[in-house]
């Protein structure tokens, strides 16, 4: 007997028992998922009909909860419930037939029915007779009844919310605009016989419908159970034939195959004890298992040279994971020590601001000399460690991969003012010259609209600002900017550093962005630093697909540059340039200095002409019309007066004037003592370096100047008797304000956002105000939404309307005029300001004398002692908007109070949350350190203000 001819004996009867299997069980499933499928539409028959009831119910229940409670809401569920039985909204999601029920008693969330075309009543009736079998053909009468049993109840109901609201008079039966409200009669009504009649109807011709439902499926239902029956038995018969076969086959494989290789298992073990002096089986009549032996014998010879090769095998094996668990442990290690660093320079941050606060606190009271020369190193030192610990954080950030990159929109001009802003006022205490260069062919409107991480670009270049200013003694620092358009909306920024110092060598350079890495060993002696900077630099640039190098040439200086891609939007290219079509001459002595304000303007879209001497000066002017003239504040020589025809063309009012100085602390230059008194007035200065941004921000001539307190005016009318009305949120603001308009006489309306206002003011009746002053910055509504609503209203289209911000800045202003403001107040505000801005837009006259500011002290101590609570407040809350306005409401007023120092750092702080540089779990903890001393001095400076 062959091996083949048993195996396919076996082979049928497994086959056999396979397909008979697979059929019988495809079968069982069809017949499982008929009777599932009945199952479920029975139940979803009968949910839906109890779910019908249950709003039928649901809809008497929020009558009656309507009429006793006079909630709103029951009426407007009320009315959804009809639109969805009209059909014209339906459920956002499932509910279940206690849903009403539960929502009703307030045990659940209401699932909104939400509008869209769902199925009418009608339908809904009519659809279990679409999926039951054997129903009643007088379902149609049933549901008609329920209709206009239904029809009827909701006209019944539609008069008991007419009695609640005094809208219907029961005496005449009919529908009035006026009536006495009748509550007990709508009370009545509900529980009258009659609807009590309709309801019952109405539930009970629903119960019959899902008792009909029922009994439809109950037969369908039987005769499936008996058809799985009858499979199931002719399964077990075909099973019984197929086990047969198989014992059949088995008891044939025992004795002439699996007999034989018995034997041969023991042979295998013996061989595996390490004996290869074995004796083979000898089978019969089934030549396969005797060509098998053959094979065994021959596998036998190379056994032992397989054994050896296996063993080498899983000593490479175990090699290579100790490897893998040693490069995961090392990996493992690298975290954690990121992690560590990153937790320990957080917890010394707070301690360490502590000191920098505390310190500050103290060097503003009055202290010998010595102590405070003291105090100051301490806060040098503070503030060097901080710089070293925020290098720790963020070096062990990017090692650990905890970076974030954002995607928003923002200017190039605002990356550089502030990496420039970092650094300006070291370079200046070093004799440096801070330049701003842009590449030819680069437009002010391609870096008004780029799209990146803003925050990472600055530090990055304040990286690299912050080693070329600390490395050079001398000379200039330059940032090059370069826009090249990789796509339509896609571009490589590059931006180099240069400087005028040492330079590095070539293997200074070749190392010179590893980790702790830095020129020699002498540079953290002499100028200090981890060298971590120019690591996080390149981290952080890869990270964003960009690359960073140095080029560099010894006692000539460096240029650090990196490129990183950024997104534009396209549509800019079509707009002007800001200044496109103006004309200017640029007087200053030719070079790398003039070459970079020439390369500004120009990308401005201003045509720029550059001289080197007041005659070529004088001469552009005679011959071109020009808008602009911008000088060097140290080119000209103080001994020698300027020209007549220069101070003739200077006096132009068209014509804008700009000095050029050196750097911040420069701009009391020697220009100022040449030029006359009105034109200084007018005079606009400019700083090294100079942006875009300053060129094209700078004041018009058509700008509304704010008139001077002591100006002579002609109006006879005074501010006594004037309405106003006050948009303010913060108390102390809210005191400030008021408390100068009634000193001047006038009446003062206060609210604390812009939708009181507007619920105020929308009214026909609403009273008469002269003036409104509203603030930006406030909860609810704020005062550009307020704004935009008032100037819609025609009655209060001309009413003037003045804003209130702590924020400072030109486009603030420009925003506030373009949305209809007349005019800006910059606080804190000061009654001269205040008056002067009412004066000229009410034209009256300026009262005299100016009151006196409220006593602070006490202000200070009534809103604004607890602070920290109010913050922690708002953190619990998760109300990031509150929070940063309680800051943004304290830089005013710490302003105002005189304290310089926590002025900019609370003014930091909104800078860091409204860019989310900063946490609001660490402003608070900074505050709490610092807030109980400046708390405990305004308590004695009001306890003396106070008279005993």
């Known amino acids: 007997m062959k091996l083949a001819a048993l195996f396919r004996f076996v082979l049928f009867a497994t086959l056999l028992g396979l397909a008979s299997n697979v059929w019988m069980g495809e079968r069982a499933d069809q017949l499982q998922t008929s009777q599932t499928a009945l199952l479920t539409a029975r139940l979803n028959a009968i949910n839906e009909l109890r779910l019908l ?33 009209a059909g014209a909204r339906k459920y956002a999601q499932p509910v279940d037939n206690v849903y009403w029920s539960k929502l009703i008693a307030g045990n659940t969330e209401a699932v909104p029915l939400v509008p869209a075309k769902g199925e009418t009543l009608e339908s809904r009736l009519l659809s279990p007779q679409n999926v039951a079998p054997n129903l009643s053909v007088d379902v149609k009468a049933s549901v008609d009844n329920i209709l206009n049993l239904s029809k009827r109840l909701r006209e019944r109901e539609q008069i008991v919310f007419a009695l609640t609201q005094g809208l219907y008079d029961p005496d005449a039966g009919k529908y009035v605009s006026e009536a006495p409200v009748r509550d007990d009669l709508a009370i009545q009504m509900l529980f009258s016989e009659e609807y009590l009649g309709m309801s019952n109807a109405i539930r009970a011709e629903i ?70 002096s074995v ?57 954690a020590r990121g992690m560590l660093l990153a937790n320990m320079s957080h917890e010394i941050r707070t301690p360490m601001n502590a000191i920098l606060g505390m310190t500050a606190l103290t060097l503003k009271s009055d202290l010998p000399e010595q102590e405070r020369n003291y105090l100051l190193k301490v806060q040098d030192a503070a503030k060097s460690l901080l710089g070293l610990l925020n290098d720790i954080l963020d070096y062990s950030k990017a090692e650990a991969g905890m970076v974030e990159f954002e995607h928003i929109p923002f200017t190039l001009d605002e990356v550089l003012a502030n990496s420039f802003l970092a650094v300006q006022s070291q370079a200046a205490s070093r004799k440096l010259m801070l330049l701003n260069e842009v590449a030819p062919g680069y437009s002010n409107q391609l870096g ?193 007066p300027l020209p007549a025809e220069l101070l003739e063309h200077l006096s132009n009012p068209a014509l804008r004037v700009v000095a050029i100085d050196r750097d911040l602390l420069s701009a009391d230059s020697a220009l100022l003592q040449m030029l006359p008194a009105d034109i200084t007035k007018q005079l606009i200065h400019l700083a090294h370096p100079v942006l875009m941004q300053d060129i094209c921000a700078a004041p018009r001539p058509d700008l509304p100047i704010l008139p001077r307190s002591d100006a002579p005016r002609e109006y006879p009318e005074s501010l006594q008797g004037k309405s106003a009305l006050i948009l303010e949120d913060h108390p102390v603001n809210q005191e400030l304000v008021c408390s100068y308009l009634k000193a001047a006489g006038m009446h003062v309306t206060l609210c ?168 609001a779990k660490e402003v608070l903890d900074q505050i709490r350190t610092v807030w109980p001393a400046l708390v405990k001095k305004y308590s004695e400076l009001a306890e003396k203000a106070t008279p005993s």
Request: charged share 20%.
């Open 448 to 640: 008004q609209r780029l799209v990146g991480d803003p925050s990472r670009l600055r530090q990055v270049l304040s990286n690299l600002l912050s080693n070329a200013v600390k490395f050079t003694e001398s000379g200039s620092v330059r940032v090059f900017s370069k826009l090249q358009t990789r796509s339509d909306t896609g571009l490589d920024l590059r931006i180099e550093v240069h400087d005028t110092g040492s330079g590095l060598s070539k293997s200074q350079v070749e190392r010179i962005f590893e980790k702790f890495a830095q020129g020699d060993s002498s540079i953290s002696r002499v100028y200090g630093g981890t060298g971590l900077g120019l690591s996080i630099a390149r981290e952080l640039v890869i990270r964003m697909g960009g690359q960073i190098s140095v080029e560099s040439t010894p006692g000539v200086g460096s240029c650090f540059w990196f490129s990183v891609p950024v997104v534009y939007d396209s549509d800019i290219l079509i707009e002007p340039l800001p200044l496109g079509y103006q004309n200017g001459v640029l007087l200053h002595q030719p070079g790398p200095v003039a070459d970079c304000v020439m390369s500004v303007l120009n990308a401005t879209g201003m045509q720029a002409t550059l001289v080197s001497t007041l005659g070529q000066c004088i001469r552009q002017l005679d011959e071109n019309s020009c808008d602009w003239i911008l000088l060097q504040s140290d080119l000209l020589d103080p001994s020698e």
């Open 207 to 276: 119960q019959g419908r899902i008792r009909a439902v029922e009994l439809g499926f109950q037969t369908v239902i039987a005769a499936q159970a008996n058809n799985i029956k009858t499979t199931a038995n002719f399964d077990l018969y075909l099973g019984l034939l197929v086990t047969l076969m198989a014992l059949v086959g088995l008891a044939v494989l025992q004795r002439f195959v699996v007999a034989p290789l018995r034997e041969l298992n023991k042979v295998s073990k013996q061989i595996a004890q390490g004996n290869y």
């Open 752 to 919: 604390e956002h812009g939708q009181e206002a507007v619920e105020l003011l929308d009214p026909d009746d609403a009273p008469h105000f002269d003036v409104i002053i509203t603030d930006l910055e406030m909860p609810v509504m704020d005062g550009y939404e307020f704004t935009a609503w008032l100037r819609d209203q025609t009655r209060w289209m001309d009413t003037p309307l003045v804003g209130l911000t702590g924020h400072a800045f030109s486009e603030i202003r420009n925003r506030c005029l373009d949305l209809g403001m007349d005019d800006f107040i910059a606080k804190p505000v000061e009654a001269r300001v205040l008056y002067a801005t009412l004066a000229d837009l009410l034209h009256t006259e300026i009262p005299s004398p100016l009151p006196s500011p409220p006593a602070l002290p006490n202000l200070f101590m009534e809103h604004c002692t607890d602070l920290p609570i109010k913050l922690r407040g708002h953190l619990d809350q998760l109300d990031e908007g509150a929070f940063v306005r309680e800051i943004h409401s304290m830089v005013s007023l710490l302003a105002l109070l005189g304290e310089k120092a926590l002025h900019l750092v609370f003014r930091d702080f909104e800078q860091g949350l409204n860019n989310q540089t900063i946490d």
């Open 279 to 335: 004796t083979l089986p000898n089978p019969r009549f089934v030549t396969e298992m005797t060509n098998l032996v053959k094979g065994f014998a021959l596998m036998i010879g190379s056994f032992k040279r397989e054994l050896e090769q296996g063993e080498a095998a899983r000593s490479a094996e175990m090699i290579a994971f100790e490897a893998k668990m040693g490069r995961e442990r090392a990996e493992a290690q690298v975290e």
């Open 53 to 85: 009831q249950s709003e039928f119910d649901a809809l008497q229940t929020l009558v009656a909860a309507f009429v006793v409670s006079k909630n709103s809401q029951h009426l407007v569920n009320y009315y959804e419930l009809l639109d969805a039985h």
